[in-house]
């Protein structure tokens, strides 16, 4: 008589298993009141196999076998994913925020310094994503693959991403980004680019008793000539109030006269008619760059606390938003995604989140150990280490990137890898008439 042996629970080994244990994820599920049953697949199996495969590449899942060294079942790994609400997700990477965090010496003294900005990733082409996330209108139907926007906020200590927010790809930044606010505490500073500067976000922050700092847009004209007239046709519309320097001095803005779309008659009618706040210009000395002279916009109006000189360098620190990006669509493979629905896309995204701040935690405690800043710390170097480790394992030295000041590369490729012609009708054409792309590139 043949005796079946009881297959043992699946539980993964791994150092991220570490910084986000199973009772982390348990109480994320009751809090969100999400109820499961004992099962293989179980809340904090499914979690960790899902970090598991974005900290490897997001990688596929037949891969996922050959890292635990046990059969995983495709179908019932999806569904699991799928059966964890959205909610989880969420809480879970509050935790990896604030976990990444911890320690980290603030940019400014006694004030959080937010970086705000949004980028894209390609989906699958499904009815249901294509609905919601839409693609590029300079492509024709059936030909091009829909794209997510992600506007999210950085701490500009710890390079963490705070909750993102999740949305279509023609809705502009400056519509949603109120979303966000609530994330913000009093005497938080954040940073953006021109597209989150307008009257209405600066007065909509000013009213958390949080800083702003942006670009100012190109259609904004600014005048630096003392004494100079505002309003009428050719002229800035801000008044002048006092010069601070060269380059610097306090003006102040008017409500605008059109509300935006996104806000209603009775929030626009209640924002105050003015805000005065803090015009400044400077120069990049370093060569190379695309932008030579930048004009900035902010709340931080006093001269004595905030220097010309300091504005200037927190609004440098931008550009972090750019690599923080570039790490997380091209270390770990979130710029093309895998899920073929909306709600996994969205859980796709924020595992991806997780993951990243988890990789932070270990930049920072590496950073500590090694007495060098976080920036300092090779990204990729850490997510190897992560991804590999097992639980219980020493941090090992991890590779540091060195100072280069004022770097500066062109925006070429060297390798052309494939030339391949862009699709311009549906797959399911060309099986039918190959002679639609036969020729080849030239």
Same mark, same amino acid.
């Given at each position: 008589?043949a005796?079946?042996?009881?297959t043992?629970?699946?539980?993964?080994?791994?150092?991220?298993?570490?910084?986000?244990?199973?009772?982390?994820?348990?109480?994320a599920?009751?809090?969100?009141?999400y109820?499961?049953?004992?099962?293989?697949?179980?809340p904090?199996?499914?979690?960790?196999?899902?970090?598991?495969?974005?900290l490897?590449?997001n990688?596929?899942?037949?891969?996922?076998?050959?890292?635990?060294?046990r059969?995983?079942n495709?179908?019932?790994?999806?569904?699991?994913?799928?059966?964890?609400?959205?909610?989880v997700?969420?809480?879970?990477?509050?935790?990896?925020a604030?976990?990444a965090? %911890?320690?980290?010496?603030?940019?400014?003294?006694?004030?959080?310094?937010?970086?705000?900005?949004?980028?894209?990733?390609?989906?699958p082409d499904?009815?249901?994503?294509?609905?919601?996330?839409?693609?590029?209108?300079?492509?024709?139907?059936?030909?091009?693959? @829909?794209m997510?926007?992600?506007?999210?906020?950085?701490d500009?200590a710890?390079?963490?991403?705070?909750?993102?927010?999740?949305?279509?790809?023609?809705?502009?930044?400056a519509s949603n980004?109120?979303?966000?606010?609530?994330?913000?505490?009093?005497?938080d500073?954040?940073?953006?680019?021109?597209?989150?500067?307008? #009257?209405?976000?600066?007065?909509?922050?000013?009213?958390?008793?949080?800083?702003?700092l942006f $670009?100012?847009?190109q259609?904004?004209?600014?005048d630096?000539?003392?004494?100079?007239?505002?309003?009428?046709?050719?002229?800035? =519309?801000s008044?002048?109030i006092?010069?601070?320097?060269? #380059?610097?001095?306090?003006?102040?803005?008017?409500?605008?006269?059109?509300?935006?779309?996104?806000?209603?008659?009775?929030?626009?009618?209640?924002?105050?008619?003015?805000?005065i706040?803090?015009?400044l210009?400077?120069?990049? %000395?370093?060569?190379?760059?695309?932008?030579?002279?930048?004009?900035?916009v902010?709340?931080?109006i006093?001269?004595?606390? #905030?220097?010309?000189?300091k504005?200037?360098?927190?609004?440098?620190?931008?550009?972090?938003?750019?690599?923080?990006?570039?790490?997380? =669509?091209?270390?770990?493979?979130?710029?093309?995604?895998?899920?073929?629905?909306?709600d996994?896309?969205?859980?796709?995204?924020?595992?991806?989140?997780?993951?990243?701040?988890?990789t932070?935690?270990?930049?920072?405690?590496?950073a500590?150990? %090694?007495?060098l800043?976080? $920036?300092?710390i090779?990204f990729?170097?850490?997510?190897?280490?992560?991804?590999?480790?097992h639980e219980g394992d020493?941090?090992?030295?991890?590779a540091?990137? @060195?100072v280069?000041p004022?770097r500066?590369?062109? $925006?070429?490729? =060297?390798?052309?890898k494939?030339? #391949?012609?862009?699709?311009?009708? @549906?797959?399911?054409?060309?099986?039918?008439?190959?002679?639609?792309?036969?020729?080849?590139? =030239?």
């Amino acid at each position: 008589m043949a005796h079946s042996i009881a297959t043992p629970p699946l539980r993964i080994k791994g150092q991220f298993c570490k910084l986000l244990p199973g009772d982390i994820i348990l109480d994320a599920c009751r809090k969100a009141e999400y109820k499961w049953r004992e099962r293989k697949f179980d809340p904090v199996v499914t979690i960790h196999l899902f970090l598991l495969q974005v900290l490897n590449g997001n990688t596929a899942i037949l891969h996922l076998r050959h890292l635990v060294r046990r059969a995983v079942n495709a179908a019932a790994y999806c569904k699991a994913r799928m059966r964890i609400p959205l909610a989880v997700y969420e809480t879970l990477l509050d935790h990896a925020a604030r976990l990444a965090s %911890q320690g980290c010496e603030p940019v400014l003294a006694g004030m959080r310094v937010l970086l705000v900005d949004a980028a894209s990733s390609l989906t699958p082409d499904t009815r249901s994503i294509r609905k919601l996330f839409q693609q590029p209108r300079n492509i024709k139907p059936g030909c091009g693959l @829909p794209m997510a926007k992600v506007l999210a906020l950085f701490d500009a200590a710890s390079g963490a991403i705070l909750r993102p927010l999740i949305c279509s790809l023609f809705v502009h930044e400056a519509s949603n980004v109120w979303m966000l606010h609530p994330q913000l505490r009093s005497g938080d500073l954040i940073v953006g680019d021109r597209a989150f500067c307008s #009257y209405v976000h600066l007065v909509m922050l000013h009213a958390r008793g949080v800083f702003g700092l942006f $670009r100012v847009q190109q259609r904004q004209q600014v005048d630096f000539r003392r004494g100079r007239r505002h309003g009428g046709k050719g002229r800035t =519309k801000s008044r002048f109030i006092r010069k601070l320097g060269s #380059y610097d001095q306090l003006v102040e803005w008017f409500k605008p006269k059109q509300k935006p779309k996104w806000m209603s008659k009775k929030q626009f009618a209640a924002l105050p008619s003015s805000l005065i706040v803090r015009e400044l210009r400077y120069h990049l %000395q370093a060569r190379g760059q695309r932008t030579r002279i930048v004009t900035i916009v902010t709340t931080l109006i006093d001269p004595a606390l #905030y220097p010309a000189e300091k504005v200037a360098a927190l609004y440098g620190l931008r550009w972090q938003v750019e690599t923080h990006f570039a790490q997380l =669509k091209t270390s770990m493979k979130m710029a093309r995604l895998k899920c073929k629905s909306p709600d996994g896309v969205k859980k796709e995204l924020l595992t991806c989140f997780i993951a990243y701040n988890l990789t932070r935690t270990v930049m920072r405690d590496a950073a500590a150990r %090694q007495g060098l800043a976080i $920036r300092r710390i090779s990204f990729i170097d850490a997510l190897r280490w992560l991804a590999h480790a097992h639980e219980g394992d020493e941090l090992i030295v991890l590779a540091v990137i @060195p100072v280069r000041p004022d770097r500066h590369e062109p $925006r070429v490729k =060297k390798h052309l890898k494939y030339r #391949y012609r862009p699709m311009t009708r @549906p797959r399911h054409i060309l099986k039918k008439r190959p002679y639609l792309y036969a020729e080849k590139v =030239k």
